[in-house]
């Protein structure tokens, strides 16, 4: 049986009001469960972990939180830029595809699918800055310039394109591509899923850093819990598309109250 929700308040610097709310969210596919019952909130520079296990319902979440997939039940409220918090779904097309460049970054497992691979560096950056209506040239190579930098890709492969990266600095690339219109909200999937584990480490370490400067707050689904002890402030653990448990993620890697997660906690301890 799953353990009751533990929802703490997050012990970190953040603004007074959620940012997103999240209420008794669920998809279903046919007769199986995607994702059941969901709900949290997450306030500005806060950084949510969602973990669990492969077809534990992670994907299926962040989908239906980001507008990707609309869900069978439940409700997704979001506070825009002049505070009013509007449900997502009743949202017209063109103010959600103003969120979706403007506020919001998304970060794929696959760098293939968050970037335009067949343009160059330099515009794969100063498309999102375009996007936001920017339109002097100077400013934008100059503010991609900047970025290409904070990613650690050397300036003198800014007219490059991506498909000529190794997989890390593709990563890197979609990364800046995200981050350079300093959006509020950034949703990640596996971001450093597919990458040799030196690579790993070190493009967490950027993204830690990153995150933090920016005080961004950032929902990102993960199965690796290091990937979600050095990033996040507050772990939420699915399983089988329900959520069995959920706090600050030091208590909760410390002391995990649900047996999965105390599983899982012992699994990681063991190698
Ligand atoms: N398009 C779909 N059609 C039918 N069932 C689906 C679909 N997408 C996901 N599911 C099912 O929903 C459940 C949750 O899948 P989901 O991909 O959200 O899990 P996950 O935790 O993200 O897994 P992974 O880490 O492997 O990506 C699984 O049982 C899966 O088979």
């Not at 279903?28 to 949510?48: K, M, Q, S, T």
């Not at 691979?117 to 002097?136: I, K, P, Q, W, Y």
Request: aromatic share 4%.
């Amino acid at each position: 049986m799953n353990v009751a929700v533990n929802i703490d308040q997050p012990n970190v610097e953040v603004g007074d009001l959620p940012l997103m709310s999240v209420r008794s969210v669920s998809k279903h596919y046919g007769a199986r469960i995607g994702c059941a019952d969901v709900n949290f909130d997450i306030w500005p520079g806060e950084v949510l972990a969602i973990v669990g296990e492969s077809g534990s319902g992670k994907t299926t979440l962040l989908n239906c939180i980001s507008t990707r997939l609309p869900p069978s039940a439940g409700t997704v409220s979001y506070r825009m830029r002049d505070g009013e918090m509007r449900d997502l779904y009743g949202l017209g097309e063109a103010e959600r595809r103003l969120l979706l460049r403007t506020d919001w970054g998304f970060v794929h497992q696959n760098p293939a699918d968050g970037l335009r691979m067949t343009v160059s560096a330099g515009a794969n950056v100063g498309e999102r800055l375009m996007a936001v209506g920017d339109r002097h040239y100077g400013n934008i190579r100059a503010t991609a310039t900047d970025w290409l930098g904070r990613v650690e890709i050397d300036a003198d492969r800014i007219d490059d394109q991506p498909r000529a990266f190794s997989g890390g600095m593709r990563q890197r690339l979609q990364i800046a591509r995200n981050l350079v219109t300093a959006p509020r909200l950034v949703f990640m999937d596996e971001p450093t899923g597919g990458l040799d584990v030196s690579v790993q480490a070190r493009l967490l370490d950027l993204l830690r850093g990153l995150v933090h400067d920016l005080g961004l707050a950032v929902i990102i689904v993960t199965h690796d819990l290091a990937v979600a002890r050095l990033l996040s402030h507050r772990m939420m653990v699915m399983k089988d598309g329900r959520v069995v448990e959920h706090g600050l993620t030091d208590r909760l890697l410390d002391d995990p109250q649900a047996p999965y997660t105390q599983l899982l906690v012992s699994s990681i301890l063991q190698v």
